[in-house]
């Protein structure tokens, strides 16, 4: 493994990637989609070729002159069906690229979702548990993914070898800094006590295993899950998050499901009455309230119409949408702390944040195939990855 190219190095994962692999001396090449989220790419000594994997001619210019592809990108701007075919055709793309450039390996990651985030309850899920589709634009876009991935391999002989991590954690790892974003604003809480189990994995633990996946010879075809040694429990893993915020956080409060859901109906109304008595006065009124925007945003397509204003507005020219944003961001925060004299409205979690929160609560994933043929064996244990994350939450001010 002399040059590696890395789609998704702009990314928590694949940044991280790049940091090891420039350590050890070896060159890496960067697919970059934005190259304003670079900047942490930018200090490595990395070749960087702006493109993207929905774009076949600017992965060929990438993997020209590699032996190795890490493919780790998610592209996250498309939604719904457009975000699985964008799954599946960006992963054509790059194995098609590593075909004909006759690359030495390619590490294609997936991810556990191909089970869907709720799997039968009871079970530990090996490489042998059939995959399950749910629905689920995110977890069914990994299951297409991965059969392009090892098609390629069966008709054409391509080194292929597919890795599935569990829920990743660390350093600039976006689920991080969900739990400590929510904990810092209050709106974290215990659903039914947060007793399932979390098969969490610490970032360098899975680098460790796609370097191993990238060089045995016996990976070469197979399909490997990828996870800590042991598991914690939900609790744990959302106490310590919020732990590195100083102890005022902790202990997090603790709802059951049925006053959640009836807390965010209540949130709801308020949002909806608040927009009607703001309609013939100041509209941006009800936006002021933290409460009552999340409250908004829980009507059905509000925040999918507000998701795709926010990516149409950093799509303008030299850097001005991203300056507008920013600018709209620091305005919300001030205003999220200037309503000290109204009564207070509390947020709660989101759905979409309940289910993450959640994820595999009920099953654990068997790492036994990725010891015995790759030699896997995560260095890093639970309280030596939290110490670390926490020492970044700090770092960062989330």
């Not at 996250?76 to 690359?103: I, K, L, P, Q, Y």
């Not at 689920?136 to 069966?154: F, P, S, T």
């Not at 292929?160 to 976006?174: A, D, H, N, S």
């Not at 800094?177 to 709106?187: D, N, S």
Request: with cysteine.
């Amino acid at each position: 493994m002399k040059r590696v190219l890395i789609t998704g190095a702009t990314g928590f994962i694949g940044g991280r990637l790049a940091e090891v692999l420039t350590d050890l001396g070896i060159e890496v090449t960067a697919l970059v989609r934005s190259w304003a989220t670079a900047a942490r790419l930018a200090r490595l000594p990395v070749r960087m070729v702006g493109g993207d994997i929905l774009d076949p001619e600017s992965v060929r210019r990438a993997v020209d002159g590699c032996d190795v592809v890490l493919h780790c990108a998610v592209d996250f701007r498309a939604h719904g069906r457009a975000h699985r075919r964008a799954s599946r055709d960006g992963t054509r793309n790059v194995m098609h690229a590593a075909h004909e450039a006759g690359v030495a390996r390619v590490v294609h990651l997936s991810s556990t979702a191909v089970f869907g985030l709720q799997p039968a309850a009871g079970r530990t899920l090996t490489e042998t548990t059939p995959v399950r589709r749910v629905g689920d634009d995110y977890c069914d876009g990994k299951i297409e993914a991965e059969r392009v991935a090892l098609e390629y391999h069966r008709v054409h002989g391509l080194p292929v070898t597919v890795l599935r991590p569990t829920i990743v954690y660390g350093p600039f790892g976006w689920y991080s800094a969900a739990v400590a974003r929510a904990a810092r604003e209050g709106r974290l809480v215990l659903v039914d006590g947060a007793p399932g189990v979390c098969n969490c994995l610490y970032v360098d633990n899975l680098v460790q295993a796609i370097l191993l996946a990238a060089t045995r010879p016996q990976a070469v075809g197979e399909v490997f899950h990828i996870s800590d040694a042991k598991p914690v429990t939900w609790r744990e893993y959302l106490e310590r998050h919020a732990r590195a915020l100083g102890d005022g956080v902790v202990p997090l409060p603790e709802m059951t499901r049925a006053e959640l859901r009836a807390a965010r109906n209540r949130l709801r109304r308020l949002a909806l009455r608040q927009l009607a008595r703001s309609a013939a006065g100041n509209p941006l009124r009800v936006l002021r309230d933290p409460a009552a925007r999340q409250g908004l945003f829980s009507i059905p397509g509000v925040q999918w119409a507000s998701d795709a204003t926010k990516r149409a507005i950093r799509l303008l020219p030299g850097g001005a949408g991203n300056r507008i944003m920013d600018a709209v961001e620091r305005a919300k925060a001030g205003q999220a702390g200037s309503g000290a004299g109204r009564a207070e409205v509390r947020a709660y979690l989101s759905p979409a944040e309940e289910r993450s929160f959640a994820a595999y609560a009920n099953v654990t994933f068997g790492i036994d195939k990725a010891r015995s043929l790759l030699g896997y064996e995560p260095a890093v244990g639970f309280d030596e990855g939290m110490e670390l994350t926490a020492s970044w939450i700090r770092w960062a001010g989330i």
